[in-house]
């Protein structure tokens, strides 16, 4: 059975699940879930230009294809530093 991941309260606006990647135990963290691969796309973008890496996951049924929810994930080690420069993008 698949690790399903462990969800955690970051800030009062973010809620993050830690998830293995393919056998990357706790490396990567969700940090935000986009409505859509735009909205995430645009989001990995600004993310990137700040010097963070970033993966794309889909996280919605796929027969929604780019409607699809996506989570936008960070290595564990920045995930601080990422929310605050997404909450800063976002307003909040």
């Known amino acids: 059975m698949a690790d399903e991941g462990v969800w955690e309260t970051r800030s009062k606006s973010v809620l993050t ?52 929810p996506v989570e936008v994930l960070v290595p564990a080690s920045e995930v601080e530093e990422a929310t605050e420069v997404l909450a800063g993008s976002l307003g909040k």
């Open 17 to 68: 699940l830690k998830v293995p990647l393919k056998g990357l135990e706790d490396i990567w963290t969700v940090i935000y879930v986009a409505p859509n691969r735009v909205a995430a796309e645009t989001l990995k973008t600004l993310l990137t230009r700040e010097g963070f890496l970033v993966q794309l996951k889909a996280g919605g049924p796929f027969h929604l294809g780019d409607q699809a």
